[in-house]
């Protein structure tokens, strides 16, 4: 079975703090993706990650940035965390290697910025 | 743009059938997926269809497919109090690209 694992599922932050979400598969898939889910707007792509340290924007980039230095590990970062980034962010991997275009999420990461 | 809409909830009693629907806007994508997410977790893949199929079923689960009307369904038989949750359709227009779209969620409320 694919795993996606979350490093944490509830964080607490203060406005200001630079924030890592941290993203982890073991299934050797290319493609990595970081969404935000909000209520009512379903999920919003944050950015993708095609390959190792290979990047593209999404949807709602603005004021968060992304490493991909392995490709087992996608990790989000918020430079300066503000109260509108609490939200619900997803992590998600696909393998480009099959057919049916498969995408495998996370647990989730629930972030409250006070 | 693409787009894709659901209802935002659903209300049925515990052993009749539920049927959730969708409508999408983008036609060329080569898969169609329903993905369930349970209270506090991440989501999880339910079941897809191949856009040249009508109709697949598995097990309790029935998708079908309108692509005339685009139009997506997932029909749940005797649903359980487990299948309480929030369901999404989803649709990946640029075929193995970045652009998922997903649906706002049908959150499915299951009553003794």
């Known amino acids: 079975d694919v795993k996606v694992t979350q490093s944490s599922r509830y964080l607490v932050k203060r406005t200001g703090e630079k924030v890592f979400l941290e993203c982890v598969q073991d299934?050797?898939?290319?493609?990595m993706f970081w969404y935000r889910q909000d209520p009512g707007l379903g999920l919003r792509l944050i950015y993708f990650s095609y390959d190792v340290k290979m990047k593209e924007k999404g949807d709602i980039p603005e004021g968060y940035s992304v490493s991909r230095e392995k490709k087992e590990r996608f990790s989000l970062i918020l430079e300066s965390a503000s109260t509108n980034q609490t939200s619900m962010y997803l992590c998600?991997?696909?393998?480009?290697?099959?057919?049916?275009?498969?995408?495998?999420f996370g647990a989730g990461t629930r972030l409250s910025v006070l | 743009g693409e787009d894709v809409e659901q209802s935002l909830f659903l209300s049925v009693r515990e052993g009749d059938s539920s049927v959730i629907n969708c409508t999408y806007t983008?036609?060329?994508?080569?898969?169609l997926y329903w993905y369930k997410q349970e209270p506090g977790a991440g989501l999880q893949l339910l079941t897809y269809i191949f856009s040249n199929m009508d109709m697949k079923q598995d097990q309790r689960l029935t998708v079908l497919l309108n692509k005339k009307d685009k139009h997506l369904s997932l029909r749940i038989a005797d649903t359980q109090t487990g299948d309480s949750a929030i369901y999404f359709c989803a649709e990946n227009p640029d075929n193995y690209g970045q652009n998922f779209v997903f649906g706002p969620g049908t959150r499915l409320s299951v009553l003794p």
């Open positions: 998600a991997s696909r393998n480009t290697g099959t057919d049916t275009n498969i995408q495998y």
């Open positions: 983008d036609s060329s994508s080569t898969y």
């Open positions: 299934m050797d898939h290319e493609n």
